[in-house]
């Protein structure tokens, strides 16, 4: 594919066209969406971390006056523990004993009922009367208490080496003889790292409302990041036929990963089956922090060794993973990604999957990656200290470049991480001068990108604008991008293309909006739709001037003659051909759907300067310069607020973000107000440069960003903090409590 260049709107900061929507309240979330005759579900919650469930007597909470259904794991499909069903990444065995409690529940907050009632109030009530027999079982938390030989078995059939473990799987990658490596290694690093659960914190919650007819037939308004997946999913555990299931996406406030999976679709959809009515659940924030997804704390160890000239020989990286109740951290991430931006010649790379009484995790933003890259970044710190070199030297010394052979099996085609680098080595930043208790640290970062199934449809409409769909969610931009994409290759200005989000009954299948995938994809099928759409618009002007199709050009909106030779003729514009449709063939339009491939990899650095209240602990993020390999900016300022909102979620999790557990195994902070999430006032200014370095397997040349700008952070501000207080830390977050312990330690 040939790469776009000289364009007129991409890379331009157009309008945003969800903007006025959400700016003045118009925007429809699935919160805001109400039928005739709806009902409300609420959910019975555990409060335990472990228990057998003996029993569940309903019978009281379906005699409440109000009261319209009332369900059960016996109304989940169930999926037998001896086979796995896989949807995705997401195994059913798991997803249908997440979303209801089946033989034990496995953590505080796990559903066990649910009830839809004529008031949210009532379903609340008869919740409380809702009879539960549980036998409390021994229960475990942490990653340590959960490896130890006694600890409490959350499933019998989970083996590792051959006897039941809350170990659920281990994943390596490696290159070279890691052994002969370190025999090479003049000087070697090995530290050992840990970090707390952190939260997406999207700041909508899950909501949905369903209908079922009595025919089955089903339709799902739902806050999510993928339609499709919330149609499979709700079929695969409801047991309605996909083809039965109409999913409608709405606006979505925020996901980051956490609404890649389903907890209250397939329960609404039972109560309305069994109630006849619509039903209508919306989650409170307690909720969304008890029950839904965090991603994983860690333990880790790295081990990097290294000639006295720089040239890193040897890394050997340990990383444990909490999955939480069910099988599934995200230790590809980790294990793959943590050291992917060096050209290293023997590495070992281990994930470990390990199974605790805490909700089950979820994807948040470039899974794992950031966890792995905070072990290894913060060892390359200190390992480029003692070698006494710039840590960026030694960045650029071993920086993998266009024929580096990743560990975890790629060999890297052209990539721009070298220059990322080498803009932050030649920054203002890095070069501007440190005060008292100040300091400054870099990290590096890379994420895979993914491309996946994607269409998209493109209609010219009867006055000559254009209406795209695509079938993902836009939670990154993907339509204003889509807008400048479809203009420039139309040649009209991006405010007479409509971007819509098509459901699962309008569009063609579409994989999740998630991975840093969606601009890729999509623009490829808008591409080519809009393609097909112009070879169309050149064969009616080539009809209306009796000349030959491959004599007639597209530019500049309009149909025009190749050369004088064709003829003279004056160009015929979009609207003029959308005009004459009716009586030149019909309507104007194109469609494609495919499994889009050519994905690349992307890359980032990061400086951080921080400063240190010595006297209270508090670290403050002063200055911060995210620096990356974009591909093309096909909206700059989207791609500049990727970075930025990257950037952002990482200082929470290094300073303040951790779930708190109280001693009877329960989340001790289960809201915004404990939960420390930062606000503007925790934030500096976050600046941002763009290298861009084009994917040539894309059109327009586009790498996926949105991962990218989490990773490098909690490592940048850990090496920044070494640096204002001469001290190393170990574990996040890097709280006050936490920093007034090592300052006074």
């Known amino acids: 594919m040939n790469v776009v260049t000289n364009n007129k709107w991409i890379g331009q900061r157009t309008i945003r066209p969800d903007g006025v929507d959400k700016v003045t309240g118009r925007a429809a979330f699935a919160a805001d969406t109400t039928m005739p005759g709806m009902i409300w579900g ?40 001896d086979k796995s069903v896989m949807l995705g990444i997401q195994d059913m065995r798991w997803m249908c004993r997440n979303v209801m409690a089946r033989e034990k529940a496995l953590f505080p907050g796990h559903p066990i009922a649910a009830v839809a009632a004529t008031s949210e109030a009532i379903a609340a009530k008869a919740c409380e009367l809702i009879e539960v027999d549980y036998e409390v079982l021994p229960w475990s938390i942490e990653i340590d208490d959960a490896l130890k030989p006694d600890a409490p078995i959350l499933h019998d059939f989970v083996k590792f080496e051959g006897k039941p473990s809350n170990i659920a799987g281990r994943l390596e990658v490696k290159k070279g003889d890691i052994a002969k490596g370190f025999e090479e290694a003049e000087i070697v690093v090995e530290r050992s790292f840990t970090t707390r659960p952190v939260h997406q914190g999207y700041i909508e919650p899950h909501a949905c409302l369903i209908s079922v007819a009595a025919d089955n037939k089903t339709t799902i308004w739902s806050s999510s990041q993928g339609q499709f997946m919330v149609r499979a999913m709700t079929s695969y555990l409801t047991g309605i036929n996909q083809s039965d299931i109409r999913a409608i996406p709405a606006e979505i406030g925020g996901g980051f990963g956490g609404k890649t999976i389903v907890y209250l679709e397939p329960l609404a959809t039972m109560l309305a089956k069994k109630s006849g009515r619509p039903v209508k659940m919306v989650m409170t924030r307690e ?16 081990k990097i060794g290294a000639k006295k000239d720089g040239t890193i020989v040897a890394a050997h990286g340990i990383f444990y993973l909490q999955a939480g109740a069910f099988p599934g951290s995200p230790i590809r991430g980790a294990v793959g990604c943590s050291f992917a931006p060096y050209d290293i010649p023997h590495v070992l790379s281990e994930g470990f999957d390990v199974l605790s009484n805490r909700s089950k995790v979820a994807a948040y933003r470039a899974p794992g990656a950031p966890i792995g890259a905070y072990a290894v970044e913060c060892v390359l710190d200190e390992l480029a200290e003692a070698l006494k070199m710039d840590p960026l030297a030694l960045r650029l010394k071993n920086a993998a470049k266009e024929g580096t052979k990743a560990a975890h099996g790629p060999v890297y085609p052209r990539i721009g991480y070298v220059e990322t680098l080498e803009a932050a080595r030649d920054s203002d930043h890095y070069k501007a001068p440190l005060g008292k208790f100040q300091g400054r640290g870099v990290a590096s970062g890379y994420w895979f990108n993914a ?88 064969e009616r002007a080539a009809k209306i001037w009796d000349i030959d199709p491959e004599a007639v050009k597209w530019e500049n909106g309009a149909a025009h003659p190749v050369s004088p030779n064709a003829g003279q003729f004056e160009p015929l514009t979009l609207a003029e051909l959308a005009e004459k449709a009716p009586s030149m063939g019909g309507p104007i339009g194109a469609g494609v759907q495919l499994n889009t491939v050519g994905a690349e990899g992307g890359f980032g650095t990061h400086i951080a300067d921080v400063e240190v209240d010595v006297e209270l602990g508090i670290v403050r993020v002063i200055r911060y310069t995210a620096i990356q390999d974009v ?6 300022s989207y791609v500049e607020g990727q970075l930025q909102g990257g950037v952002s979620q990482g200082i929470g999790w290094a300073l303040n973000e951790e779930y708190i ?14 939960y420390r999430m930062p606000v503007c006032s925790d934030l500096p200014m976050i600046d941002t440069i763009m290298v861009e370095v084009p994917n040539p397997k894309h059109p327009q040349g586009v790498k996926g960003v949105g991962e990218v700008p989490l990773i490098p952070v909690m490592s940048a501000i850990s090496n920044a903090v070494h640096q204002a207080l001469g001290k190393r830390f170990y574990s996040l977050p890097m709280s006050p409590p936490k920093v007034l312990e090592v300052i006074e330690g």
């Open 42 to 81: 609420k959910v019975l919650r555990s409060p335990h971390p472990h228990a057998r469930i003996k029993s569940i007597d309903t019978s009281k909470a379906e005699a409440l006056p109000g009261v319209k259904a009332v369900v059960t794991a016996k109304d989940i499909v169930d999926f037998p523990l």
């Open 631 to 636: 591909g093309r900016a096909v909206h700059p």
């Open 287 to 302: 909720e969304v922090m008890r029950a839904t997804g965090p991603t994983s704390g860690s333990k880790s160890t790295v």
């Open 451 to 538: 491309g996946g199934e994607s269409s998209a449809q493109v209609n010219i409409t009867e006055d000559g604008n254009v209406v795209v769909t695509t079938g993902h969610p836009d939670i990154g931009g993907s339509r204003a991008g889509i807008a400048n994409i479809c203009a420039e290759l139309l040649g009209i200005d991006y405010r007479r293309i409509s971007v819509l989000i098509g459901d699962t009954a309008t569009i063609g299948f579409s994989n999740l909006t998630g991975g840093s995938r969606v601009l890729f994809a999509s623009s490829i099928v808008v591409t080519q739709s809009t393609e097909k759409v112009i070879h169309t618009l050149r």
């Open 661 to 674: 557990y109280n001693k009877q195994g329960k989340v001790d902070n289960p809201g915004f107000l404990d």
